[in-house]
Antibody, heavy 117, light 108 residues
Framework: EVQLVESGGALVQPGGSLRLSCEAS????????MSWVRQGPGKGLEWVAN????????NYVDSVRGRFTISRDNAKNSLYLEMSSLRAEDTAVYYC??????????WGQGTMVTVSS | EIVLTQSPGTLSLSPGERATLSCRAS???????LAWYQQKPGQTPRLLMY???NRATGIPDRFSGSGSGTDFTLTISRLEPEDFVVYYC?????????FGQGTKVEIK
């Protein structure tokens, strides 16, 4: 079965850190760009970051650049998002998505990150 | 960054009617790099259209997309009960990829 499964979401205090993971199965993970997309409570979608097939090229939205780091391990079919200096506005469901030339053709079920004291 | 503005915010229609959703970009977007998504309550988004007018795998032909430059349209020819949900456009012409704020299609 083709799927993406995220994990690692939690309640964290402002200024804290968290690592999200996404495990892919059912397709050739190493052949695709991958992205993280988030959705705040009751809000729309926001692209966060993406990473090229071999992990060299990475892009970030301005609001997370310098605080978040996207990475991947193709041997483990896994995508990661290291988040630090977390803010209340980072509270969201974080989705792992297969980035097919920029369109997201496959999504995980999401993992919830809540930043609150 | 390219700002996408969707209109209307909410569209009230009846089953069987035609829905026309608009997505306007703050600067020109190559039609090859405009996508539409559908999101049902409590579910993950689903890719409907890519390249402005190409249906994704498994998407019924009552969904169609058109447009170029700064103006794009998603049309649902005959609304089915399961179509009354939220739709987002997204551009992947220029990083950062950006989404519109969404259009909710509700039953009138």
């Amino acid at each position: 079965e083709v799927q993406l499964v995220e994990s690692g979401g939690a309640l964290v205090q402002p200024g804290g850190s968290l690592r999200l993971s996404c495990e892919a199965s059912g397709f050739s993970f190493s052949s695709y760009w991958m992205s993280w997309v988030r959705q705040g409570p009751g809000k729309g979608l926001e692209w966060v970051a993406n990473i090229k097939q071999h992990g060299i090229e990475k892009n970030y939205v301005d609001s997370v650049r310098g605080r978040f780091t996207i990475s991947r391990d193709n041997a483990k079919n896994s995508l990661y998002l290291e988040m630090s200096s977390l803010r209340a506005e980072d509270t969201a469901v974080y989705y792992c998505a297969r980035d097919w030339y920029g369109a997201f053709d496959m999504w995980g079920q999401g993992t919830m990150v809540t930043v609150s004291s | 960054e390219i700002v996408l503005t969707q209109s209307p915010g909410t569209l009230s229609l009846s089953p069987g009617e035609r829905a026309t959703l608009s997505c306007r970009a703050s600067e020109s977007v190559s039609s090859s790099y405009l996508a539409w998504y559908q999101q049902k309550p409590g579910q993950t988004p689903r890719l409907l259209m890519y390249g402005a007018s190409n249906r994704a795998t498994g998407i019924p032909d009552r969904f169609s997309g058109s447009g170029s430059g700064t103006d794009f349209t998603l049309t649902i020819s005959r609304l089915e009960p399961e179509d009354f949900v939220v739709y987002y456009c997204q551009q992947y012409n220029t990083s950062p990829w950006t989404f519109g704020q969404g259009t909710k299609v509700e039953i009138k």
